[in-house]
């Protein structure tokens, strides 16, 4: 009695486009008239329907939250990630190639990808029926011809940098796969193809509409994520595939984010939620109420649970039941169950109501046949005080059904806008050649034809254009690393060869974690057991064993830091880029202590000192938010036995020294100077057994 009046409107559109555009018009017309986006869900039966309708509302910049996971998976930002995430896990997978270099990242054409297939095919035909394993085909792949550029003469100079530039990524993630998290490996996606700047670059709606995506894709990353170890990129894979579209896999209750935004979510998800505004679309026979290709029987079908071990009013079958009379009671068991889900999408609703639906489904191909209104559909439609918002005519079956053509706002040279100058093209090829010619365009116009052309359908060769390398790149452990070996720093940073996960590296890292969140005021969740964090079942609070123990026995543990674990990044004269992230800065004499805690016990070694001298530039350089400090002090703080800080005061003298050591090394590194140079290092480097020099030195430096 306490709802107050409400409304309930059906409507039949021509096909799912128009539909979902009808939905989009109903949402951004509430919203004009005072209602929030968080205040409006769309509530779908199938995933597969989710697309369309995310497409039309973000046309309209509406900011959308696609809460199921099967629908997020069609969703561009996310379907990328997933794309490299298929691509490291499957070298093969041309599909997940393709979406990458053709997309707006790397711009490729046909015509630059078919110079790939030409090499792939030409190894194919140079290898003897004898040396050929059918059972591992396809025996080389594009991503191979990526090692091989040099031998791909016709290939633009546009065309190579791209494939430089996706193959260098490549190497950095499928090297990072080895030893990340899918969590981890999922954000060093994103931040390495510099999603996350793209973000930025969107409108309000459209940011906010992918963060909310990306989050909730991390989310489920984090949820695979174990606490130790890291779980199989294969299978979250095909989980990922299960999930495409079938929502009986995700009962699980939605939880939204909070932010201002129209939920998508299915109809299994939105138990226990409400919203002022509910559209329910696709409201078709056999889609809701659903139809089931195959009903759960655990008599005959072993994957379903024993009707004994259940608790939602089993059917009553057991091994007497024929096969016929089973089928029966299963249909109408099926039936209520999805009647008790209409029930539940129609009540999600405190206020408004609109049912939809429409002739034609099938994105791109139409089904062949026309849908009709469901029974749900009809059932709301004849209950009395629904309002009819209108039934379109079926019209003849669409060659396609997509996002339609949509008019932007008119640009320089034309008037109604690129869309609509496209479909005059489309309809009159010579159009276009015309209207350039009338604006003295013509010769121009022509070029780009041929340019274009070439590049999509590779009709003829590109001339070669001037190459734009980006601004090379390294961390302040890839300037320790020169330090040591610039043919280490080679194989780690430039041509990365994989490495084997390091236990102490992991240790390290849990030990940096658990500093970092003491330094923040919270507790780790570590600490309310430390044998499984340490497995030396050292406790807690022991200086001699536990690094962490000697962190917390020493002053540090006590000071509160200016800055915790602070990323930063600084030019160099050679062009060449330094980033790098600090353990943490405290308040000392006045001035700065820039900190780097080490887990293990000191170690001389002069590369070891180009980690100071990177931070105290940084402190020079780089504004961190906070007052310049008056005096400065670097300090590695060894953590293995007990607290053995080695602090460094930062002169003028010194600070130049440092700058100096930095910019050397930058220097090397955009010239390409990268020669061995054999030392201790050699002892504990991971290349050193298939790099001669190093193995030569190691030889007559036995002890």
């Known amino acids: 009695p306490a709802a107050g009046e409400g409304s309930v409107g059906v409507r039949w559109a021509t096909d799912a486009v128009a539909e979902a555009d009808w939905i989009a018009d109903q949402i951004e017309r509430l919203s004009d008239e005072g209602t929030r986006w968080s205040d409006m869900a769309v509530l779908f039966r199938k995933n597969r329907h989710i697309a369309l309708v995310h497409d039309a509302l973000v046309e309209k910049e509406i900011p959308v939250e696609v809460v199921n996971l099967g629908g997020l998976l069609s969703i561009p930002e996310v379907a990328d990630v997933r794309a490299w995430m298929r691509l490291i896990e499957a070298p093969q997978d041309g599909p997940a190639l393709l979406r990458i270099l053709m997309g707006r990242r790397f711009a490729l054409g046909l015509g630059d990808v078919v110079h790939l297939t030409r090499w792939v095919r030409g190894q194919a035909s140079s290898t003897s029926e004898e040396e050929v394993d059918h059972e591992r085909l ?20 546009r065309a190579r940098s ?6 260098a990524e490549y190497r950095i993630l499928l090297e990072a796969a080895q030893g990340l998290t899918l969590s981890e490996l999922t ?118 649970l024993p009707y004994e071990w259940r608790l939602d009013d089993p059917p009553e079958i057991d091994e007497t039941t024929s096969e016929k009379e089973a089928r029966e009671i299963l249909r109408g068991y099926h039936l209520r169950q999805e009647w008790r889900v209409a029930y539940v999408g129609v009540t999600r609703a405190r206020h408004r109501l609109y049912l939809s639906g429409s002739h034609w489904y099938g994105v791109p191909t139409p089904t062949v046949n026309p849908s009709v209104p469901g029974e749900l559909y009809e059932l709301v439609a004849g209950l009395d005080g629904v309002e009819d918002l209108g039934h379109d005519p079926q019209g ?34 010579e159009w276009a050649g015309r209207y350039a010619a009338a604006r003295n365009l013509g010769d121009s116009f022509e070029e780009r034809v041929a340019e274009y052309q070439a590049r999509l359908f590779d009709l003829e060769s590109l001339a070669d254009e001037p190459a734009h390398p980006t601004p090379a790149g390294t961390s302040v452990t890839g300037l320790v690393t020169y330090a040591a070996c610039p043919k280490r720093h080679y194989w780690s940073e430039v041509d990365r060869l994989p490495r084997r996960p390091a236990p102490a590296a992991r240790h390290g890292v849990a030990v940096h974690r658990r500093i970092e969140l003491h330094s923040l005021g919270q507790v780790p969740l570590t600490d309310l057991d430390a044998a499984s964090f340490d497995p030396t079942g050292a406790a807690v609070g022991d200086p001699g064993r536990d690094p962490y123990g000697a962190y917390l026995e020493s002053e540090y543990a006590r000071l509160r830091p200016l800055l915790v674990e602070t990323p930063f990044q600084y030019p160099t004269e ?28 000191r170690r001389e070694q002069p590369w070891f000192d180009v980690q100071l001298q990177a931070y105290a530039v940084a402190a020079d350089r780089v504004d961190f938010g906070l007052e310049p400090p008056k005096t400065l002090t670097a300090t590695f703080a060894y953590l293995s036995g007990g607290l053995d800080a080695r602090r460094v005061t930062v002169d003028e003298e010194w600070m130049a020294g440092a700058a100096a050591a930095v910019e050397g090394i930058a220097a090397s590194i955009a010239a390409g100077h990268f020669d061995p140079e054999p030392s201790q290092a050699c002892r504990t480097c991971e290349f050193a057994r298939f790099c001669p020099p190093g193995s030569d030195w190691l030889a007559t430096h036995p002890d």
């Open 396 to 429: 003849d079956r669409p060659e396609v059904l997509r996002a339609g053509w949509r008019a932007p706002t008119p640009d320089p040279l034309f008037t109604e806008g690129w869309t609509a100058a496209l479909r005059q093209g489309i309809a009159d090829p």
């Open 162 to 167: 791209a494939l430089e530039r996706f193959g």
């Open 187 to 304: 954000r060093t996606i994103l931040d390495t193809t510099g999603a996350w700047r793209d973000i930025e670059a969107m409108g309000p709606a459209g940011r906010l509409t992918a963060r909310l995506n990306l989050h909730r894709f991390l989310d489920l990353t984090e949820e695979w994520s174990p606490l130790e170890g890291r779980p199989s990129l294969s299978a979250f894979l095909a989980h990922l595939s299960l999930m495409d579209d079938n929502p009986a896999e995700e009962l699980d209750a939605a939880r939204l984010s909070g932010e201002d935004a129209v939920a998508l979510v299915t109809v299994h998800r939105s138990k226990g939620l409400e919203w002022d505004v509910v559209f329910i679309p696709a409201a078709a026979k056999g889609t809701f109420p659903a139809t089931s290709s195959g009903f759960d029987d655990p008599i005959r079908r072993a994957q379903f």
């Open 574 to 601: 050679s062009g060449v880029t330094v980033r790098g992230r600090i353990d943490a800065i405290y308040p000392r004499d006045g001035g700065w202590e820039i900190v780097d805690f080490k887990s293990g016990s």
């Open 138 to 157: 396809p025996r080389h792949t594009m991503i191979e011809a990526l090692d091989h550029l040099d031998e791909l003469a016709e290939l633009p100079n």
